[in-house]
Each structure stands twice: as C-alpha cells, then as structure tokens.
C-alpha cells in the first residue's frame, strides 16, 4: 500500500515492503545517484533507501536539466503522496540540502507530512548569504577548470573531453540553482542534524551552524574528517552515524504509535 510508485525520479536501490521509514536522498550538484547506492548494504533493514534523480546525469543523462529551485521542487512536488505516505527523513550534501529543505517547506505548507528528521551534509543553511564565488556565468573553460578545483569529480571524468561535454549543461545548471537561490527562514517542525568536514573550505562554522535557526525543534552537528566531499571520503563513519540516528528514530516512532492508542 505503501510502495514507492517507479518513477525516473528515484533510484530505489533496495525495495523494501517492510520498511517503516525511508530515508530520502538528494545530491550534490553535479552528483547522483551513485554516491548514495551502496549504502543499501549498511544501513538499518527497517529503512527504505530512496535516492533523488534529477535530470541531466546517470540514466537520465540526455535530458534537458533543471536550472531553478522553483522548478525542481514542482517537479518533485508531483511525487508528494509517495514521499509521505511513511514516515521520512530527507537528506541532501551540499546542493541537495538545500532542494531538500525547500521540498519540505512546500510539503508542509501544502498540509503533507513533516519529514521526521532532516540531515543536512557539507551544506550552508539555505537562508544565509552565499559567499563563495559565482560561477555559473563563467565561460565553459573557465567554468569547468573551477569545477575541477573543488575536487569533487574524479580526474580522469573531467579529462574526458567527450563525457564532459555532455556532462556540462547539467554542471551549468545545478550551479545555477547554487549560486541563485536563497531561502526564507521558514523553521522545519523536525530536529535537523548538520554534518560536516572538518577541512571543509566551502562552508564556514557560521553558515553550518544557521541550520539552527531553521528548526523548532533541536539542532546538533557532527564533524568528519575532510572537505567537502566527506560523505565520499568518509563514507563508512557517516553511514554508520546515520544508521545510529535511524535507530532512534524508528524507537520514538514506535513510542509514538503506542502512546495514541
């Protein structure tokens, strides 16, 4: 009753009919669904893994990309029965935090479901000033000689002349939505857990710590070694960080459930 519908929006690695929470996924800007795939095989049994699949990469590669926050969340928006029709935590790196706080601000204002818990990952709050520098006006070359200084794609794709040319009108694209979108304070009624990399250059102690304005609840972070791309580098301690807070999730969904009847 409860099963995801296929969609090319989201990667269900696993498909889990017994699951009592899904966990929401959402990638950095230029990322997809790869970087969350394995994590089937190490999180909780009673979690569903579900990974967000915009257009312009992976399998959807030829598909004209997104360059709007506005437009991304109406397209994921079409999806709001099955995003909360269990109990769900979203979470986003970089980029993807930010398109996951947006969507849940829009759940929510459209009377749906609160997530449970939202994770944000090696991101800025979204209502804080960028400051890092624009560069999706940058000329091509330019542009991609900066994407290739955040270390976040692998040499030997950004020497792929070919694959890069394909690959660069879905880069332009999320960097646009980066360096354009800022959000409202609007306070989720869940707890938000910020993680972040210790060398991490791209977000400030100040930006990380804004995602407590954001909350009604409670807000923490946790710290990780490496920059920006922890979540790739340390994958096996944020995994296993996540798991744990699941864990506790799923026991106060259970208090929950007993103390209503």
């Known amino acids: 009753m409860n099963k995801m519908k296929n969609s090319d929006w989201f990667v269900i690695p696993a498909p889990n009919a017994q699951a ?26 009673f979690v569903e893994l579900v990974i967000v699949q915009p257009p312009g990469r992976a399998s959807r590669l030829l598909e004209p990309a997104i360059n709007n926050m ?9 999806f ?3 995003i909360t029709s269990l109990p769900y935590v979203l979470l986003g790196h970089s980029l993807g935090s930010r398109v996951a706080y947006q969507l849940a601000v829009e759940l929510i204002e459209q009377h749906y479901p609160s997530p449970i818990h939202f994770i944000a990952s090696g991101s800025r709050a979204p209502h804080t000033i960028k400051t890092s520098e624009r560069i999706c006006d ?46 409202s304070k609007y306070p989720l009624p869940c707890d938000i857990t910020a993680l972040a990399g210790t060398d991490d250059e791209q977000v400030s ?3 990380l710590v804004a995602w407590a304005e954001l ?47």
């Open 20 to 45: 009592k929470m899904r966990l929401f996924c959402f990638p950095y800007a230029g990322g997809n669904a790869a970087t969350f795939q394995a994590w089937t095989q190490v999180l909780p049994t």
């Open 138 to 183: 940058l000329p091509d070359k330019l542009f991609l000689d900066k994407i290739a200084a955040m270390n976040g794609t692998p040499k030997e794709v950004m020497m792929n002349k070919e694959l890069m040319e394909l690959l660069l009108p879905m880069l332009k694209a999320d960097f646009s939505i980066s360096d354009n979108y800022q959000a």
């Open 80 to 82: 709001s029965k099955d």
């Open 215 to 261: 909350t009604s609840t409670e807000f923490k972070s946790m710290h990780f070694h490496g920059g920006h791309f922890f979540i790739d580098t340390c994958a096996s301690q944020v995994t296993d960080a996540i798991s744990s807070l699941l864990h506790l999730l799923v026991s106060e969904q259970s208090v929950t459930q007993q103390t209503t009847y």
């Open 205 to 207: 102690e100040k930006q």
């Open 70 to 78: 506005h437009e991304m969340t109406t397209e994921l928006l079409k």
